[in-house]
């Protein structure tokens, strides 16, 4: 006896049944139609990049500390940069969240 002999003694196999698929024909709306419901399903726009970019302008240490390494890297040195650009990060993103939330609904 197998093991899966032992557990199919236990254990009961199901079977799936076949399902009946109906297909329905749906209307083609008018153009119009269409574009008015597009027009009414627009997204707002997003506050994220705005209140990113006016916190960022509150770590100017930071952000030249990040300039100072990337030109280094252009210059040819063998360094990277995501220590100044995590920390430049980190600053933005304090700034950034309370602002953030605020403005979810």
């Known amino acids: 006896m197998g093991l899966s002999e032992f557990l199919s003694s236990f254990i009961p196999t199901v079977y799936a049944e076949e399902e009946v698929v109906e297909v329905v024909e749906v ?4 153009a119009e139609e269409v574009e008015e419901e597009e027009e ?20 100017p240490s930071l952000k030249h500390h990040l300039d100072e390494c990337n030109e280094r890297v252009e210059n040819g040195s063998s360094e990277n940069c995501i220590e100044e650009f995590f920390h430049y990060m980190h ?4 700034c950034a969240a309370p602002k953030l939330f605020a403005t979810t609904k």
């Open 91 to 94: 600053c933005a993103d304090e």
């Open 27 to 30: 209307e083609e709306q008018p």
């Open 40 to 59: 009414e399903e627009e997204e707002p726009e997003d506050p994220k990049e705005a209140i990113m970019e006016e916190c960022a302008k509150q770590c």
